[in-house]
């Protein structure tokens, strides 16, 4: 008896009052838990936990690539019926390849999905449809078709909301994808169709943004709760005199390796130090091994495996303090609890601001000429929110006391600190 882990729960949901799951379960365009709550008529009331994600997320689920080197493969075995198929597609793929010949393997951002690659997915959906309904089942076959009727679907819905990015990375590697930009037309429909919804975070702030990006009714209510911590438990300390902008990265190094060091001296225990890159990590790392050997220190590296992480947190148990390094944005800056001597202090060497590279330049062209907010709503908003749940970790329940460093001058200018926790800064700036 085979039984699939994936569909096996939602047929459950039939006879259920309550289902806890991930949010693809109800939000992504194909999410069948969705289809039972409109094809029953269900009163439904959904609660999404970590409710800051779903931005992200729901770009994700609204996001979908076709490879050539997947259809490149299945191409030289495939049965003589798909064969017209196949090499219709493939013929289109070549044409799309030679239009950006000359853009190499940088990323090339198109105005319209290729008319001719479209056509030809049409017919090789029906083709493989055909096929598989009346052959023994083929995963291969199976897993272009997916992903072809997934391209489709979201084709026949672009628009400004996502963007066709083309690529080729060499000889049968090209891909071309639907990127989602403003998840907010398709969640949208989701949140019409449940009776009520609750989005709880401890990072979802400012409102707007939210509503907005997620497509949530003009009406919705906000509501910020008194934090469950005091003031006094936690010292949040600036740094005026340090830049971790990209231009002053390489002198920021030396002075950020010292600070680290004065703070474990005045207090040892165990610490996180989050920077924006590896690069950026490693080279304040070796900074600090070279002029305080005195401060134990670690570091998170690139590709860690599950077990590699494990044994990363299992040393914040340790009674011996030190001082870990890891990458903003990361597996340890968001959803770990270090509660008391597990974590007393955080530094954090960057405004977690996105590369401000083409596509995000594309995203916030869209996002100003939508909403009025591009550059907040692009780069702003995502990089401190990742400060705050970064520099979250350090306070975890009423008897903890710790120190934030937020590390770089532009923390004290009143547009960024306004995006911060509030009880957060009832300190004075540290010189």
């Not at 699939?4 to 006879?15: H, I, V």
């Not at 999410?31 to 800051?52: P, S």
């Not at 190094?253 to 990590?281: C, D, M, N, T």
Request: with cysteine; hydrophobic share 40%.
């Amino acid at each position: 008896l085979n039984i699939c882990p994936y569909f096996l729960p939602q047929e459950m949901a039939r006879w259920c009052d309550l289902v806890v799951g991930d949010v693809n379960r109800m939000f992504d365009q194909s999410a069948l838990l969705h289809g039972l709550t409109r094809q029953n008529n269900w009163k439904t009331a959904i609660l999404v936990d970590e409710a800051h994600n779903l931005v992200d997320r729901g770009r994700g689920m609204y996001s979908v690539q076709l490879d050539q080197q997947r259809l490149l493969k299945i191409r030289k075995t495939a049965p003589k019926a798909l064969k017209p198929h196949l090499d219709r597609t493939a013929r289109a793929w070549q044409g799309v390849i030679r239009d950006h010949l000359e853009t190499g393997a940088t990323p090339v951002f198109l105005d319209n999905l290729p008319p001719a690659l479209t056509g030809s997915l049409q017919g090789l959906v029906s083709g493989l449809t055909d096929y598989l309904a009346e052959n023994p089942p083929d995963l291969a076959l199976q897993e272009v078709l997916f992903e072809s009727v997934a391209f489709m679907k979201l084709a026949d819905s672009f628009g400004e909301h996502s963007l066709c990015e083309f690529r080729r990375e060499g000889r049968g590697r090209a891909s071309l994808s639907i990127q989602n930009l403003v998840p907010a037309d398709f969640l949208r429909d989701r949140f019409q169709a449940a009776a009520s919804v609750l989005l709880f975070s401890a990072t979802l702030s400012p409102g707007v943004y939210y509503r907005d990006l997620l497509g949530l009714p003009e009406d919705t209510r906000f509501t910020s709760l008194p934090s469950p911590f005091r003031a006094d438990q936690l010292r949040v300390n600036f740094t005026p005199k340090i830049s971790t902008r990209q231009a002053h990265r390489n002198a920021s190094v030396e002075p950020i390796a010292a600070l680290i060091a004065q703070q474990y001296r005045a207090r040892p225990g165990h610490y996180l130090a989050f920077f924006s890159s590896f690069k950026y990590l490693n080279e304040v790392h070796a900074a600090l091994g070279s002029h305080a050997p005195d401060v134990p220190q670690r570091a998170q590296y690139s590709a860690m495996n599950p077990q590699q992480r494990r044994e990363f947190l299992a040393g914040f148990r340790e009674e011996s303090g030190s001082v870990a390094f890891a990458v903003l944005g990361g597996v340890f800056s968001e959803g770990i609890d270090l509660p008391g001597d597990q974590l007393i202090g955080a530094f954090v060497a960057t405004l977690g601001l996105p590369p401000f590279d083409a596509w995000h330049e594309i995203l916030k062209h869209r996002l100003q000429q939508r909403f009025g907010a591009g550059y907040e709503y692009t780069y702003l908003i995502p990089g401190l929110q990742k400060v705050a749940q970064a520099a979250g970790r350090v306070i975890r329940t009423p008897d903890d006391q710790g120190v934030i460093w937020l590390i770089d001058d532009r923390f004290l200018q009143p547009q960024i600190s306004r995006l911060l926790p509030g009880w957060w800064f009832e300190t004075e700036a540290a010189e």
